[in-house]
């Protein structure tokens, strides 16, 4: 497994081993590091589907709305690292912000409707302009024809597709399941900040999603799992609703919705959950 810490590095392999035709088809898994085992089933699809599998690991400072939040995000690139070998990856690209925006890391407003207005875009302002600036950098250094995202962050999906469509229409993107512990937590990066009380107070999240996925009556359940989880002291609920994974609106009509979607803080941590309806 390679290991290039700028984009100069990875450039030089790239545009040198594809002269030489030996790159095959490129799989990107674009990462914040803290890989868990929702990172890695994205590395096996990508190896599965594709020659050579690349990996980047990237903290992306544009996309963080609070700066106590950046702060805190878990670093760990050495336990990273040995996740994407057992995944069998190719490459693993791990650059530094100011190397990757050419200079002091920023990011332009972008305004794509209901995606980039409504719920998490709504409670981060900011943050899907961050994300459409790293996405769009890396894809231009790492020029893959297939990138895997995973559905946990279904509305980064939704944007990262729009993103693709204007701007990079080579690429398939494939959105991979959300993959939960065994517990039933959707697993994220964040989980290692939640206390062992914290993480059972989380599991109220994906209980209420699965109500509301054998609910004969979708609106009506929401309505129930949003009075019952605010009755819970520890949970400060941002939002419950249905959606429509393209679309992301709050006015999409409850025939359109393919999930619920919840977002909520949790022993100061900040998860989003969703559920295919």
Request: hydrophobic share 40%; net charge negative; glycine share 8%.
């Amino acid at each position: 497994m390679k290991i290039f810490h700028t984009t100069a590095e990875y450039k030089e392999w790239r545009f040198g081993v594809a002269e030489e035709g030996g790159l095959g088809s490129i799989g990107f898994v674009p990462t914040m590091g803290a890989l868990h085992e929702g990172h890695a089933s994205l590395m096996r699809k990508a190896r599965k589907g594709c020659d050579t599998v690349v990996v980047s690991i990237l903290v992306n400072p544009t996309q963080f709305v609070d700066a106590s939040d950046l702060e805190n995000y878990p670093r760990t690139l050495e336990a990273d690292l040995k996740v994407a070998q057992n995944a069998e990856v190719d490459v693993v690209f791990t650059p530094s912000p100011e190397d990757l925006y050419g200079g002091a890391p920023s990011a332009s407003e972008v305004d794509w409707g209901s995606i980039t207005s409504d719920f998490e875009a709504a409670f981060r302002p900011g943050h899907f302009d961050g994300v459409i600036a790293v996405v769009d950098k890396l894809f231009c250094t790492v020029r893959p024809q297939h990138a895997f995202f995973g559905e946990k962050d279904l509305q980064q999906v939704a944007v990262i597709r729009r993103l693709t469509k204007d701007l990079h229409p080579s690429i398939k993107i494939h959105s991979c399941d959300l993959i939960r512990d065994e517990d039933g937590l959707a697993m994220s990066s964040r989980n290692t900040r939640l206390s062992k009380s914290g993480r059972g107070i989380a599991l109220e999240l994906s209980r209420s999603l699965i109500a509301v996925s054998k609910s004969d009556d979708f609106e009506k359940e929401i309505a129930n799992q949003i009075e019952r989880i605010n009755r819970h002291d520890g949970i400060e609920l941002e939002y419950l609703s249905g959606v429509n994974e393209v679309t992301y609106s709050k006015s999409d009509s409850p025939d359109s919705w393919t999930h619920a979607i919840i977002a909520a803080e949790v022993d100061g941590v900040r998860l989003i959950d969703n559920i295919r309806l």
